[in-house]
């Protein structure tokens, strides 16, 4: 591996230290670190040769950031970039531009998290090696496509979608609510062969169950009173792209078996119609609930459960990221600054650490 490490003239004992143990840190296993002292002298090294990431100390991007990250990208679109904060706070210029950031750490934590933050990157090109020219497209540093993080868990979860995408299987998603399925199935969708079309959806959770047949098949004219004009379905809507399933383990038994009749043979029929109807579409179905548990309770058919999980995606807990707190804190905030005009500086690491200490049982998508 080779890295710049941009780091201040300053001469202080304590930052000489800072500098030897950093310097050493990134020099192990045979890797090669060059040092740099401004922004442009960074970006002159990463003009000439290769460069696998680049270490750098806030102090000396703060005010110049924004004309930074523009360069670089231009030089490099995935080479990850770690900012060395101060210990008390996080300036607002780097959370409103965190998704081309792979992490932020702070000062007295450095030699602490990176050698931990090394393994991340070498499994983060390994990653990149393995995707097809398509997928690539879908990498930044910050996570893939919408999705945010680049922990080791994270990273194994690209790679299973990447694969995924290339198919037509159907796909089920599981993880706690909050933890991403909606945009697990968006990047898959977005990859696959029938992305030129949008992906349609229909979550089971929200809908009544009276009303979810005829969300999914469509109705003909007079099928049902105020059924005053035929109307699609999710199924036709989704013909030739996905239909993404959410919250399955929330449709009705009856239904079901409908579903189930629908994913074998490829065929249904609106409420109230008599006309069969053929349709070409790729499946995701999402849930946070046991499945297995579901089985057992028969409240879930077991039929239905072995066509939908294909192929299964689990998405890891919050407990098994934590390398990824810090940066979804952060896109949080720069999405909640970008859509308001409150007067915030900084972000204190105290309330960072807060948010990481916290029994957090999901993450937000949006």
């Not at 998704?99 to 499994?123: C, D, H």
């Amino acid at each position: 591996m080779k890295y710049i490490f941009g780091i201040t003239t300053d001469r202080s004992v304590e930052y000489k230290a800072f500098v030897s143990n950093i310097s050493e840190l990134l020099s192990d296993r045979s890797n090669k670190v060059k040092q740099a002292h401004t922004p442009n002298s960074v970006l002159s090294y990463l003009a000439i040769d290769n460069h696998d990431a680049i270490f750098i100390d806030w102090a000396i991007l703060k005010g110049e950031f924004d004309t930074f990250l523009k360069q670089l990208r231009k030089l490099n679109k995935i080479i990850p970039l770690i900012i060395i904060s101060s210990d008390t706070e996080i300036d607002r210029e780097i959370f409103i531009s965190c998704m081309s950031l792979f992490r932020v750490i702070p000062f007295s934590k450095a030699t602490e998290i990176i050698p931990k933050i090394q393994n991340n990157i070498s499994q983060y090109y390994k990653l990149i090696k393995e995707l097809s020219p398509n997928a690539k497209e879908y990498v930044n540093p910050n996570g893939f496509n919408s999705l945010v993080g680049n922990s080791k868990a994270m990273l194994q979860v690209f790679r299973q979608l990447s694969r995924v995408a290339q198919t037509d299987f159907t796909t089920l998603v599981l993880g706690a609510s909050g933890s991403g399925k909606e945009l697990v199935a968006n990047t898959i969708h977005d990859l696959s062969l029938r992305n030129k079309q949008n992906m349609v959806s229909l979550n089971c959770a929200a809908i009544p169950s009276t009303l979810q047949e005829s969300e999914l098949f469509g109705y003909e004219k007079g099928a049902f009173t105020g059924a005053d004009n035929a109307k699609e379905g999710k199924f036709e809507l989704a013909n030739n792209s996905t239909l993404f399933l959410d919250e399955i383990g929330d449709m009705p038994l009856d239904l079901q078996a409908k579903l189930l009749r629908v994913l074998e043979d490829r065929t249904f029929t609106r409420v109230g119609g008599v006309k069969e109807k053929k349709i070409d579409v790729r499946y995701i179905a999402a849930t946070n609930r046991n499945l297995q548990d579901m089985l057992k309770d028969k409240s879930f058919r077991s039929d239905l459960f072995y066509r939908l999980n294909v192929i299964p995606i689990e998405l890891p807990s919050l407990v098994d990221r934590e390398d990824d707190i810090v940066l979804l804190c952060l896109n949080l905030f720069g999405k909640m600054l970008e859509k308001s005009s409150l007067p915030i500086k900084s972000i204190s690491w105290e309330l960072i650490n807060a948010l990481r200490q916290m029994p957090l049982r999901g993450l937000l998508e949006n």
